[in-house]
């Protein structure tokens, strides 16, 4: 009977490109990572170190470029018209999206291929603990959640699945297969990485995840053309605005709903206590109430995201509570998966 992990390799960690494109010198290399998958994954995994950025061929500042050149760079990824619809569901006034990423190991050590014991023992507290800890809050205040997941996240601790999925209203969605750097790759590694992340995930759990958020939210020059032709309904990824809208590629618009993030709404730079933007989680909590009583008065939307292995410790898992509490004490709040609102106002939109 083959091993676990000489299935998982077969069935989803195959290399990017089929043997007989490669040359001698790329097969032999090939067979070298595939021997170093198969002794070492426990202690490394696959794809853990990332080729470095492809060096561009014109690093001149701006004020060099021609206008042409500003135009077709400013617009290759924009937003186009706003999707903000007349009314949420039910008549209500703001939309409340709560998302976390659950990037544990990945982004602890795997994605640059520098994990040590003490950054992966980090990530697997976001499995071991933190996950369950913040699905148990959630699922206590019936509110449904949206989780963007790096695929390595779920083939690390599968149990995850059976966590999430227990309530029957949470969203599982792709963030990457391994965390990966996407705005560094080209294009064939970039889709084969999230073809295999997609496939794997659909295994797992049962159904298609139809919403993307790329790993550094941000995008390669091929990344929006990859997410359309895979069928992704929506994107949550870019910063063009705080409501949704749809993308414009090259000045056309594409169908794609953005769901927009930012860092003010992101728990994982203020919250890290080694970094220079640390901040204490009672003063967040009062950015995040202040953010939300915004989008309560436009009556738009909230979207935040956390992980797991950030908001999950118990000083901060109080302050997600806090913050819970304080939104249900208005009238006219939709929480709602992030599928959910994209389909919601790309009917609205008419898309």
């Not at 060096?55 to 470029?65: A, D, L, T, Y």
């Not at 949206?146 to 599968?158: D, E, H, Q, R, Y």
Request: charged share 20%.
């Amino acid at each position: 009977m083959a091993s676990p992990l000489h299935t998982l390799y077969t069935r989803f960690l195959a290399p990017v490109l089929p043997a007989a494109r490669l040359g001698a010198a790329k097969r032999a290399e090939r067979s070298a990572r595939i021997l170093r998958f198969t002794l070492l994954l426990p202690a490394t995994s696959l794809w853990a170190c990332q080729p470095p950025p492809a060096e561009s061929p014109e690093n001149e500042p701006g004020w060099q470029w021609s206008d042409e050149r500003v135009l077709e760079t400013v617009n290759a990824v924009r937003a186009g018209r706003t999707l903000q619809p007349e009314t949420w569901p039910g008549g209500a006034r703001v939309a409340v999206l709560l998302s976390f990423d659950v990037d544990n190991e990945t982004v602890l050590g795997l994605r640059y291929g520098d994990a040590t014991v003490g950054s992966l023992s980090q990530g697997q507290f976001g499995a071991r603990v933190a996950l369950p800890r913040v699905v148990d809050l959630l699922d206590r205040e019936g509110i449904p959640a949206s989780f963007f997941i790096p695929a390595v996240s779920l083939v690390l601790n599968p149990f995850q699945v059976d966590v999430i999925q227990a309530a029957g209203h949470h969203e599982f969605a792709i963030h990457g297969w391994i965390h990966e750097l996407n705005s560094s790759l080209d294009a064939e590694t970039e889709r084969a990485l999230l073809e295999r992340a997609v496939d794997y995930m659909t295994d797992v759990t049962g159904m298609r995840p139809l919403g993307y958020r790329a790993p550094s939210w941000n995008f390669s020059p091929n990344t929006l053309d990859i997410l359309r032709e895979m069928g992704f309904l929506y994107d949550s990824s870019l910063m063009a605005d705080d409501r949704p809208y749809e993308i414009n590629a090259h000045g056309e618009p594409t169908g794609m709903v953005e769901l927009p993030v930012e860092w003010i709404l992101d728990d994982a730079p203020v919250f890290n206590p080694r970094g220079s933007s640390y901040s204490h989680p009672r003063d967040v909590l009062q950015v995040w109430k202040d953010d939300f009583d915004g989008a309560y008065a436009e009556g738009t939307m909230f979207l935040l995201t956390m992980h797991p292995h950030v908001i999950g410790h118990r000083s901060r898992i109080v302050v997600l509570e806090e913050l819970i509490r304080y939104i249900k004490g208005h009238d006219g709040v939709w929480f709602a998966t992030h599928l959910e609102a994209a389909r919601y106002v790309k009917e609205q939109a008419g898309l």
